[in-house]
């Protein structure tokens, strides 16, 4: 079974910074799509970051310029790299796998964006 677990979140003052990890119980090497999603208090779940093989990205608007997704093949792992947070930023940070028609979740990390 294939198993995605977060983890990095956590408290911090605006303007400041987090590393999102998404650990992956399989390989990522092969052709998929990884992305990081996020669902704020009494909002629908979005997609802030995406990452395909051969390492072509795309940002949601809101987090273009700050946010850095990234991946290493050979841990298995994919980054968020989260600068220059604001207040709008808590949420819950899920990390996602699209592979082979499969979709996969993990549970979640928590970031809360004090002003």
């Known amino acids: 079974q294939v198993q995605l677990v977060e983890s990095g979140g956590g408290s911090v003052q605006a303007g400041g910074s987090l590393r999102l990890s998404c650990a992956v119980s399989?390989?990522?090497?092969?052709?998929?799509?990884m992305g990081w999603y996020r669902q704020a208090p009494g909002k629908q779940r979005e997609m802030v970051a995406g990452?395909?093989?051969?390492?072509?990205?795309n940002y949601a608007d809101s987090v273009k310029g700050r946010f850095t997704i990234s991946r290493d093949n050979a841990k298995n792992t994919v980054y968020l790299q989260m600068n220059s947070l604001k207040p709008e930023d808590t949420a819950v940070y899920y990390c996602?796998?699209?592979?082979?028609?499969?979709?996969?979740w993990g549970k979640g990390t928590l970031v809360t964006v004090a002003s």
């Open positions: 996602r796998k699209l592979a082979g028609g499969m979709d996969y």
């Open positions: 990452i395909i093989s051969g390492d072509s990205t």
């Open positions: 399989v390989s990522i090497f092969s052709i998929n799509i």
